[in-house]
């Protein structure tokens, strides 16, 4: 069965570095999605991603957030300038063209700004 | 503002016994409405949804949710636990007008004993 995969499972890093999270979507999946849930919250959206370009964002998702998809397989969430209430875990998901669709989530990657 | 409420942080069950787990929302325009499950380490995983048309809806894993539009709920159940679904439970809805931004509720810890 196809799956959403995310690297690195588990980042720790400075605060003030940047630090760049990687999602592979499941191949035929073009809607794509970054999450994040800080421990002991609710899961929060960030961004969504069509058609190499941002189509919906949260107001968590500023300057210092950006996603790119470098080629036909990666979909990547850089933070700039990490803080240390960035810790979290960060799941990306992707789903179908039907917009009714559920979405499929990767494991995620938690991240510890120290 | 528009919000998704799951009024219980903890369920408690038997094995044997009837689960609910209760969402309530307050999302404009008919959304989507989504329950997925949430695994010690793990991403999640989608149990079931509602789009349109019968009020109960079945998923993965013997689940089933009850949508009322009087009441603006969506319940999820399950009529005989198993000590294997004790996990976090995530309502979710999306706006129809939405890219698919998933707004999820607080979460519901099951907790299903011997």
């Known amino acids: 069965e196809p799956e959403v995969t995310q690297t690195p499972s588990h980042q720790v890093t400075q605060m003030g570095q940047e630090v760049i999270l990687r999602c592979v979507p499941i191949?035929?999946?073009?809607?794509f999605y970054w999450y994040r849930q800080i421990l002991g919250q609710k899961v929060e959206f960030l961004v969504s991603?069509?058609?190499?370009?941002?189509?919906?964002k949260s107001e968590i998702f500023d300057d210092q957030f950006s996603v790119e998809r470098p080629d036909g397989s990666n979909f990547t969430l850089k933070i700039r300038s990490t803080k240390l209430e960035d810790s979290a875990m960060y799941f990306c998901?992707?789903?179908?063209?039907?917009?009714?669709?559920?979405?499929?989530f990767g494991p995620g990657t938690r991240l510890t700004v120290l | 503002a528009q919000s998704v409420a799951q009024p219980e942080d903890q369920v408690n069950v038997a094995e044997g016994n009837p689960l609910t787990v209760k969402c309530t929302y307050s999302?404009?325009?008919?959304?989507?409405l989504f329950w997925y499950v949430q695994y010690p380490n793990r991403g999640l995983q989608f149990l079931l949804k509602?789009?349109?048309?019968?009020?109960l809806v079945k998923g993965s894993y013997g689940f089933e949710a009850e949508f009322n539009k009087s009441q603006t709920s969506f319940h999820l159940k399950k009529p005989s636990a198993l000590v294997s679904d004790s996990a976090l439970y995530f309502c979710?809805?999306?706006?129809?007008?939405?890219?698919?931004?998933?707004?999820f509720g607080a979460g519901t810890q099951v907790v299903v004993t011997p």
């Open positions: 998901a992707s789903k179908s063209t039907l917009s009714y669709n559920e979405q499929f």
């Open positions: 979710a809805v999306m706006r129809r007008d939405s890219w698919g931004k998933l707004q």
């Open positions: 509602y789009i349109t048309g019968d009020n």
């Open positions: 191949s035929n999946h073009l809607y």
């Open positions: 999302v404009s325009g008919n959304p989507y």
């Open positions: 991603f069509y058609n190499n370009e941002i189509s919906e």
